[in-house]
């Protein structure tokens, strides 16, 4: 039987981090969802299955955010910019992917 490890990379943790920085210094980006999200993969605990699969959700629908106006500008970025990052980022992206991935393979 394969191990699924849940908890976040330390990369994803540091894209969190910095969504919730400059989510304080913007003032703009995330929802409370979104904020809780990030405080979660900061503290690297365990993530749920269910959480996982939030988490592609929402990468899913909000990779369109990318062709917003400065979404790859860190002097003054998007709000769906400070938005990705918060749910870690497209590191964190590809993390889940692998997670549900895998979930999918154990069953």
């Known amino acids: 039987m394969d191990i699924i490890d849940f908890t976040p990379p330390e990369i994803v943790a540091q894209n969190a981090a910095q969504g919730l920085a400059w989510r304080e210094r913007f003032g703009r980006g995330g929802t409370e969802i979104g904020v809780a999200r990030a405080r979660e993969l900061v503290s690297r605990r365990d993530l749920s299955p269910e959480t996982i699969r939030r988490m592609v959700s929402y990468f899913a629908r909000h990779e369109v ?5 400065n ?4 002097e003054n970025p998007s709000a769906g910019r400070i938005a990705w990052l918060l749910w870690g980022g497209d590191e964190g992206w590809q993390w889940a992917m692998g997670i549900k991935e895998r979930m999918g393979k154990s069953r």
Do not use: H, I, M, P
């Open 65 to 69: 955010d990318k062709r917003g106006k």
């Open 71 to 74: 979404f790859f500008n860190d």
